[in-house]
């Protein structure tokens, strides 16, 4: 194999290549990247046998090839190289190097045989449908905070898609849960979602999709089956499997009759709450909720550190409720929120609180509340 191509464009999809590969491997060929030359472009693939991201950029190939390299080695080689440089890729004879070579710069890599190299993108989508990058991020964005980090729980460390039927139409929905908080929010469905089967996209796919979705108008194109799930665009394949388990009935969990609503200025409330929580503990991190009739009082009391208090106008005219959350969780929601007001829906200091801004239909919160 012989190529050149300047270094730009080999240090970008690299460095979207080498993020999958985890730094320590048990399997010497996994801690590779696979660079195939062919026709007058480089393929350059990676795996964890979870997640396969290939992306393919132009290059001049003199001699077609395909080799597999140390992905983290050969990623640090190139981003040290000189902006504007030209780089040269080459197998020596024997085919068990790959030198690199950019100017007076020669580097010699250790290569492992592309036929050791495990594909995980086979088998049949039985599903498939396109939409814009921007509207799949805008999803991923706002779940993604919510994804339970607590392994055993494995079925809720991912983001669950589905399509569901509405007043409003048939919507695309994700819903994220750690079992503390909810996230779900929903677009109109694309056009051959429908019937699509309730997938969960893995932690660590559902960040390499965020990464990598820099350009909100570029068409993705989204194939699924019961295993996998695939995404396309421009000249970059992402394949993951998907976990395998039954995600919750969440719906279950989402209140319906909350009936003490509380108007709040979003930013002013989120600044309160930061402030009031400087002094509360790592561990507990709660905050004191306190309504009344048009106002609203944060508190926080640490016996190691001491107190805070602040006030806010807010628009309430139920009967009085004191009622606590992690502040932590507060300041998630309230970010994830886009209209100058956040509207909380309350019962009682023992049930799950709905949080939404003005537009209830694309997405709401839901906080379960702590013993202050």
Partial sequence: M????????????????????????TIPILSNVLIRADGASLTLKA?????????????????PGAITVPAHMLHDIVRKI?????????????????????GRSRFALQMLPESDYPDISGGEFTNSFKLKAADFK????????????????????????????????????????????????????????????????PRKTVGELQRLMDNPEVELTVELSDTKIRVSFANVVLTSKLIDGTFPDYDRVIPKNNT????????????????????????????????TDGALTLSVINPDSGTATDEL???????????????????????????????FALADPGSPTLIHDGDAEKTLYVLMPMRV
């Fill in 2 to 25: 012989r190529a050149t191509l300047e270094r730009a464009h080999l240090l970008k999809p690299l460095s979207h290549v080498q993020r999958v590969v985890e730094r320590r491997n």
């Fill in 47 to 63: 795996t964890d046998l979870d997640l396969e991201l290939v992306e393919t950029v132009e290059a001049g190939v003199e001699q």
């Fill in 82 to 102: 000189p902006e504007g440089a030209r780089i040269a890729l080459e197998t020596n004879p024997d085919g068990s190097t790959m030198t690199l070579t950019a």
């Fill in 138 to 201: 805008w999803l991923i964005d706002r779940t993604q905070f919510a994804i339970s980090t607590e392994e055993t729980r494995y079925y809720l460390n991912g983001i669950y898609f589905h399509t569901v039927d509405t007043p409003h139409g048939t919507m695309f929905r994700a819903v994220a849960t750690d079992g503390h908080r909810l996230a779900q929010a929903q677009i109109e469905a694309p056009d051959g979602a429908a019937g699509m089967p309730g997938v969960i996209v």
């Fill in 260 to 291: 003490k609503i509380m108007h709040v200025d979003r930013l002013d409330f989120a600044s309160a709450v930061d402030r009031v929580s400087t002094v509360s503990s790592e561990r507990g991190r709660a905050v004191k909720l306190s309504l």
């Fill in 313 to 343: 106008v807010v628009d309430f005219d139920s009967e009085p409720l004191d009622i606590g959350f992690n502040s932590k969780y507060l300041l998630d929601i309230t970010s994830q929120l886009s209209s100058e007001n956040a509207t």
